[in-house]
């Protein structure tokens, strides 16, 4: 089975910038992180795109899945908690930029 | 009509009887459907469809605890859990369906607590907890399991000091299911793995509350 799969742009304790978007697929990067800037704390592999799995299609390229962590009072207006909080989330390739400062 | 007479003595209120199914659902119906296509398109059978729904109705909380006891009690089974759960299930006799999610551990220590949830539908370590509780289905949890992961743990009961790091993990991948390793509470020291099972819960597992704390020991006279 062809299973090409881009190789992983990003590395572990790199920033990334999460994509703004409402493709009319089925999508899998809830709304709450996008825009959002975070770190990338594991790499879970490359699996096949759910945006086109979802469609009828193959999901081929292969994405890489992320692990990314981002603090909880940037993701939340008013966060009730200390600012240690965190939240970690999978998010695959195509929704992550490099961060530019 | 006698089997399936209203009239069965202990009340006297007319109801219907049983012989009636109940309308399927929208969603029942699709489900029916799409199971009944997927089967005239020689993707599965109905018998594996039927294994697997059995296999996932066999596992229950009761297993996530089996293994949550043996990690408290062996510091080295724990480190392999940690580093990669599926062989290490494996040591202790689980072995995950064929095409169905990983799982991945993370421990609640004195400085991080884990609590999971996932926002976009239901993702849940089923091979080792079983269904999930339809709590954790519901829009409110999925909502404010992530704005306020604190205030929820409170209503669960569960109340952390600021100086632990609460780490909400989403789950949303394809491929792995996030199961807590909970706290091991104060005063086990010497308990078998089955009686610290016992204090394993499904909640602790989901990260909304701790492990339960033993009961103490009738006070001696």
Known sequence: MATASTPARFGKGQRVKVRVGTPPTHFRTPEYIQSKTG????????????ESLGHGGDGLPMQPLYLVEFDQNHLWENYQGPDRDTLQIEVFENWLEPEIA | ????????????????????????????????AMESLIIEKGMCTAEEIQRMVDTMRR????????????????????????????????????????????????????VVHHMVVCTLCSCYPRA?????????????????????????????????????????????????????????????????????????TRDSMIGVTDALSPQPAPAAD
């Open chain 1, 39 to 50: 770190v990338v704390v594991a790499l879970f592999g490359s699996y096949r795109n759910p």
């Open chain 2, 1 to 32: 009509m006698s089997a399936l007479s209203t009239d069965h003595g202990d009340h006297d209120h007319a109801h219907t009887g049983i012989e009636e199914d109940v309308e399927l659902s929208y969603y029942a119906q699709r489900a029916q």
């Open chain 2, 59 to 110: 596992r229950s909380p009761t297993d996530g605890a089996r293994v949550v006891a043996h990690a408290w009690s062996d510091a080295e089974f724990k480190a392999r859990l940690l580093a990669d759960a599926v062989p290490a299930l494996l040591e202790l006799g689980y072995t995950l369906p064929e095409n169905t999610p990983k799982v991945t551990v993370v421990e609640n220590t004195d």
């Open chain 2, 128 to 200: 080792l907890l079983g269904t999930p509780p339809d709590w954790f289905k519901s829009l409110a949890y999925r909502s404010r399991a992530v704005v306020d992961p604190r205030g929820v743990m409170k209503e669960f009961g569960l109340n952390l000091g600021n100086d632990i790091e609460v780490r909400v993990m989403d789950s949303t991948g394809p491929d792995t299911r996030f199961l807590v390793l909970p706290r091991r509470p104060a005063g086990t020291e010497g308990f078998s793995e089955e009686e610290l099972a016992n204090l394993v």
